[in-house]
């Protein structure tokens, strides 16, 4: 298990234990986080799980793929530290991460 | 205000009407009624990751058992509602119970159409639309085994894909031209077709089917192109909006339930979500659509909330829809038409592409394939109804972003 703290754009914080081989969307999702709206479930095609990842993890998880980053491109509010929750992958080594939601995922 | 929201069919549309309502401080009482065994859950990996086998079926469900506690939804579950009762709003179940509501939502999703084929009914033969057909048809993707696909549409085209995969031995009949005929221009059908053909699929397009018989324990598939052998059939030949209940209870039926830009019925008490409606749509020729995507059953449910709260907002987003098959992501958004112009961006042997549908000058839809930025930018020139020059989308050098 790890623990992955998510932030509510309003501040709002939980930290819940995430199941290894689940996203970081699916995370928030079956925890009834709210911020992540993640239409298309995971796949990759819809953009609405934006999130951004606390700065010392951006090198602990696993790199954009090619289709991550340009969904994000076109994303509202990007920054550097910007992901799609549903391409993280969780595993043990991510126990700790932090992100947060932006304001809007639309 | 509704004091008691009561939904039928308990699938993509409404388990996002009860998020919906939720965040926005719905408080009457919520009943969902459900035909099948299990809570909401995302049908597109049926026939992609789950049918493969590399994704639990837990991650099927849209929200978890606790959001419906949580969100103090009644739950009737293996339960099938047979009729509505508008003078007296009440909603008779399996059985005889009755539900009364002040508003209802109709969100009865579509069922698979069957082929009309002598033969189509022996064993054998498996549709997909639920997770148990998906059970059914698992423990059938064995290396070796033979399977005749019945239609090149996208389901069956996806389920081609996980199939050649698995090392089957697959066949493809498609009584049209063209694979994904309804749905894209003949350059991605013909993309599409190679990719299969490259992953040793059959494809037989033009071909008509005779009928179906038992041939020792196999199946004979006996078509206008000769006999195809094979050890189990997949269907996958389109659907059926689950309309019958709207229609017995005197509701505005033509090709699904008759709904206005706020999926509202005729019936002020009683709304219709998602692939059983009939909707209006700025972005098709006719003005009306009936529109079988998971965006489609998202957005009207959060206009069908919004109307509930007494906040009604106009529905008129771009209709947007992917499909997954082997390494290919293909996203497209609007609506196609025959008469369109169309204008490729990028070599499809890059296997990265996109092909731009132009009406009157105006982007009406983009098919993208491992093309994100084509897909998420079309998307904006779609809605804002921009007029792009042919030869500026073509280029390859200007990039999406510059298109606006
Ligand atoms: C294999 C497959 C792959 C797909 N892939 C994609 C994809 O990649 N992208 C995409 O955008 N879309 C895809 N779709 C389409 C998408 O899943 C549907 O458009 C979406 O599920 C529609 O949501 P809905 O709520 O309208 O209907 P559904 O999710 O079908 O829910 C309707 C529910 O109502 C129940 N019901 C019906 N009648 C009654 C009754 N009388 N009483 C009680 N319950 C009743 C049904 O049993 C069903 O559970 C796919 C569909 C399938 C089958
Ligand atoms: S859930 Fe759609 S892109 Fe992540």
């Known amino acids: 298990m790890a623990k992955i703290k998510y932030i509510e754009h309003n501040g709002k914080e939980h930290v819940v234990d995430v199941k290894p081989g689940m996203s970081v969307m699916e995370g928030a999702v079956k925890n009834l986080i709210p911020g992540i709206d993640a239409d298309c479930g995971g796949a990759c095609a819809c953009a609405t799980c934006h999130v951004y990842v606390g700065q010392e993890w951006l090198s602990k998880i696993e790199p954009m793929q090619e289709m991550e980053k340009t969904m994000l491109d076109f994303a509202e509010g990007v920054e550097g530290n910007s992901r799609l929750s549903c391409q993280i992958k969780v595993t043990d080594a991510l126990d700790g991460l932090t992100v947060k939601m932006p304001k809007s995922q639309h | ?404």
């Open chain 2, 1 to 404: 205000m509704t004091d008691s929201l009561l939904i039928v069919g308990a699938g993509q549309a409404a388990s996002q009407l009860i998020a919906s309502l939720r965040q926005d401080g719905f408080a009457g009482a919520i009943t969902l009624v459900g035909e099948e065994a299990y809570i909401p859950y995302q049908r597109p990996p049926l026939s992609k990751a789950f049918l493969a086998g590399e994704l639990a079926r837990e991650r099927l469900f849209i929200k978890p058992e606790e959001f419906y506690a949580e969100a103090k939804v009644t739950l009737h579950l293996n339960t099938r509602a047979t009729a509505i009762d508008r003078a007296r709003k009440v909603v008779t179940l399996e059985g005889g119970n009755e539900l009364g509501y002040t508003a209802l939502a109709l969100t009865t999703g579509s069922r698979v159409r069957k082929l009309p084929l002598p033969g189509a009914e022996l064993p054998g033969c498996y549709y997909l639309r639920g997770i148990a057909d998906v059970e059914l048809l698992q423990d059938k993707l064995k290396a070796g085994n033979r399977v005749a696909i019945i239609g090149a549409g996208y389901i069956g085209l996806e389920v081609a894909a996980v199939a050649a995969k698995h090392k089957l031995k697959v066949t493809v009949l498609e009584a049209l031209p063209r694979v994904m005929a309804r749905a894209a221009c003949t350059e991605l059908s013909a993309f599409y077709e190679e990719q299969h053909r490259k992953a040793g699929v059959d494809i037989r397009c033009n071909t008509k089917l005779e009928a179906i018989e038992k041939h020792g324990s196999a199946l004979a598939i006996k078509t206008s192109g000769g006999i195809v052998e094979a050890d189990f059939v997949l269907i996958g030949i389109g659907i059926v909006p689950n309309v019958e209940l709207a229609s017995a209870a005197g509701l505005k039926v033509d090709n699904g339930i008759v709904v206005d830009d706020h999926a509202r019925t005729q019936d002020p008490a009683i709304y219709s979500i998602g692939d059983c409606t009939n909707l209006p749509c700025t972005y098709s020729t006719t003005g009306r659509i009936r529109l079988e995507s998971v965006q489609n059953a998202i957005d009207q449910a959060k206009h069908a909330a919004l109307s509930l709260m007494g906040k009604p907002k106009a529905y008129n987003e771009v209709p947007w829809f992917w499909s997954d098959q082997y390494d290919l992501k293909l996203q497209i958004a609007g609506l196609g038409d025959p008469g369109d112009q169309i204008v490729l961006r990028g070599d499809p042997t890059s296997r990265s592409f996109a092909a731009f549908r132009l009406r009157g000058g105006v982007v009406a839809a983009v098919e993208a394939v491992n093309a994100a930025p084509e897909y998420m930018m079309g998307r904006r020139l779609i809605a804002a109804r921009a007029k792009v020059a042919p030869e500026r989308l073509a280029d390859k050098t200007i990039p999406m972003k510059d298109m606006a």
